[in-house]
């Protein structure tokens, strides 16, 4: 089960109104960070940006692969551990608008992660240490420590042995 506070809306859906949600100018710097991190070749650049401009957690040695797609509107929610990659193109969330409500919830990536290329992260999920999501998956539930996920709708592919 994903972690995500609801928030009721009446009228027009939630997306139609955005800004009674975040601040058009907060999303608006959101966005021209990210799209500088987004083309940024240089991992130590990139970890700063996000973590100065952006409020998200990065540990150290994590690289964020280029295109990677951090939320533009709650960046800050998104915590990612150390030594961990993110592959190509992927995308972290950690809002999601429907039609009567909007949700947020946080994103936590442990240390020593690798997300494959192509992947989605939905809000208020939890991946462990050592776990590997395979390119193309859809993570929208918790990845216990050392597992090995892949596919949409995710499942588990087999437990990695732990270190000794």
Same mark, same amino acid.
């Given at each position: 089960?994903?972690?995500?506070?609801?928030?009721? !809306?009446?009228?027009?859906?939630?997306?139609?109104?955005?800004?009674?949600?975040?601040? =058009?100018?907060?999303?608006?710097?959101?966005?021209?960070?990210?799209?500088?991190?987004?083309?940024?070749?240089?991992?130590?650049?990139? $970890?700063?940006?996000?973590?100065? =401009?952006?409020?998200?957690?990065?540990? *150290?040695?994590?690289? &964020?692969? =280029?295109?990677?797609?951090?939320?533009?509107?709650?960046?800050?929610?998104?915590?990612?551990?150390?030594?961990?990659?993110?592959?190509? $193109?992927?995308?972290?969330?950690?809002?999601?608008? &429907?039609?009567? *409500?909007?949700?947020?919830?946080? @994103?936590?990536?442990?240390? *020593? !992660?690798?997300?494959?290329?192509?992947?989605?992260?939905?809000?208020?999920? !939890?991946? +462990?240490? #050592?776990?590997?999501?395979?390119? +193309?998956? @859809?993570?929208?539930?918790? !990845?216990?420590?050392?597992?090995?996920?892949?596919?949409?709708?995710? #499942?588990?592919? #087999?437990?990695?042995?732990?270190?000794?």
């Amino acid at each position: 089960m994903r972690r995500t506070t609801k928030y009721p !809306v009446s009228g027009a859906n939630s997306l139609w109104q955005v800004y009674k949600t975040v601040s =058009f100018w907060k999303v608006f710097k959101n966005v021209v960070i990210i799209q500088i991190g987004r083309y940024t070749p240089f991992m130590r650049l990139k $970890n700063w940006l996000y973590r100065t =401009f952006l409020h998200m957690e990065i540990g *150290e040695k994590t690289a &964020l692969a =280029f295109m990677v797609m951090p939320d533009i509107m709650f960046p800050e929610k998104i915590k990612i551990g150390r030594n961990s990659i993110i592959g190509y $193109n992927t995308t972290i969330l950690a809002h999601e608008y &429907l039609i009567d *409500e909007y949700r947020l919830g946080d @994103v936590i990536i442990g240390d *020593e !992660v690798m997300i494959g290329a192509n992947s989605t992260i939905l809000p208020g999920v !939890v991946i +462990g240490d #050592r776990a590997i999501v395979a390119a +193309g998956t @859809v993570v929208h539930k918790d !990845v216990p420590p050392g597992a090995f996920v892949a596919g949409n709708p995710m #499942r588990m592919i #087999r437990m990695n042995k732990p270190l000794s």
